[in-house]
């Protein structure tokens, strides 16, 4: 074997330094550096995630000072108190499927309270919105609408058979009607009046009635009929054209005498004493008062 030239190892160790020259060296810190397509796929998510924020934002035209403007975006704090009252019926409809109708009715009337917070307080904040006012009607749908009907129904209702779960339905069908013309009047109507019934004070004297019979154990046969005539007559009065006072037209930063507020804490005290009983005659009550007052309308004589 010939012993190499000086040519041919000067050859060799050039053709060894470009070799080892087109391997990648190692990071200093041990870590290794994305390549082109790593780098495209992480833009890539970020691209994807933009794209579905934007797609799913909520955009709706409103008014303000004179000028129509597009918003994006929806408010939280009113949106969150029409979330807690949904969250509230749903809960009284899975405690009346598990028999905890006393639950039951108290969710629906947190659920009540809430709703009326909401509007109360996007108006306090000038936060409202269409997105607000759909988004309350359609947790009313559950809370006031499906709730009370089907706790009447897991109650009592499902032991009269098929005319049980008809009248629950009537009632369902009647608030879905009664909370569609609502929002098709807003701006139309006397605010000082409600035309029918509104569905919380409905749903509120279902639940006080479930809640009181359940409390007593009143489950012969002409509680059952009592019942059926209950929620059948809170579903055809929402949908009535009978008016019924809003309250809307009270001024709460005013000062009142103070028996007023006497008279106040007297109700709270009554309430506590047995509350089933007195919610139940006080919505009994406000119920009654619209056809009441319907008739005396018709029965004085026009002067």
């Known amino acids: 074997m010939k012993p190499m030239t000086q040519d041919a190892r000067d050859q060799e160790h050039s053709g060894?330094?470009?070799?080892?020259?087109?391997?990648?060296?190692?990071?200093?810190?041990?870590?290794?550096?994305?390549?082109?397509?790593?780098?495209?796929?992480?833009?890539?998510?970020?691209?994807?995630?933009?794209?579905?924020?934007?797609?799913?934002?909520?955009?709706?035209?409103a008014v303000e000072d004179g000028k129509k403007i597009r918003r994006k975006g929806i408010y939280l704090l009113p949106n969150l108190f029409t979330t807690s009252a949904l969250f509230a019926g749903f809960f009284a409809v899975v405690a009346g499927i598990n028999g905890e109708f006393t639950s039951a009715a108290v969710a629906i009337f947190i659920a009540m309270v809430l709703d009326g917070l909401d509007g109360?307080?996007?108006?306090?904040?000038?936060?409202?919105?269409?997105?607000?006012?759909?988004?309350?009607?359609?947790?009313?749908?559950?809370s006031f609408?499906?709730?009370?009907?089907?706790?009447?129904?897991?109650?009592?209702?499902?032991?009269?058979?098929?005319?049980?779960?008809?009248?629950?339905?009537?009632?369902?069908a009647c608030a879905a009607l009664r909370l569609a013309r609502f929002n098709v009047q807003i701006g139309s109507v006397d605010k000082k009046w409600f035309i029918g019934l509104p569905s919380p004070s409905a749903a509120a004297l279902v639940a006080a009635s479930v809640w009181?019979?359940?409390?007593?154990?009143?489950?012969?046969?002409?509680?059952?009929?009592?019942?059926?005539?209950v929620v059948?007559?809170?579903?055809?009065?929402m949908v009535s054209n009978i008016r019924y006072y809003s309250f809307k037209d009270l001024d709460f930063k005013k000062p009142v005498p103070f028996v007023v507020?006497?008279?106040?804490?007297?109700?709270?005290?009554?309430?506590?004493?047995?509350?089933s009983v007195m919610l139940l005659l006080l919505f009994g009550t406000y119920v009654a008062s619209g056809p009441v007052l319907a008739a005396m309308r018709k029965a004085k004589p026009k002067s």
């Open 120 to 142: 109360r307080v996007a108006r306090m904040t000038n936060t409202q919105s269409e997105f607000g006012a759909e988004y309350d009607s359609l947790a009313d749908m559950i």
């Open 16 to 61: 060894s330094d470009q070799s080892t020259s087109g391997q990648a060296s190692p990071d200093p810190k041990g870590s290794e550096q994305p390549s082109g397509a790593d780098r495209s796929e992480v833009g890539g998510n970020e691209d994807l995630a933009t794209a579905f924020l934007r797609e799913t934002e909520v955009v709706e035209e």
């Open 232 to 237: 059948a007559a809170a579903g055809v009065l």
């Open 212 to 229: 009181t019979f359940h409390s007593f154990d009143a489950d012969a046969f002409g509680f059952k009929l009592l019942m059926l005539v």
């Open 145 to 172: 609408g499906m709730a009370p009907a089907l706790v009447a129904f897991t109650w009592i209702l499902q032991d009269i058979g098929k005319t049980g779960w008809v009248v629950a339905f009537l009632y369902v």
């Open 261 to 275: 507020l006497l008279a106040i804490v007297l109700a709270f005290v009554l309430i506590s004493v047995e509350p």
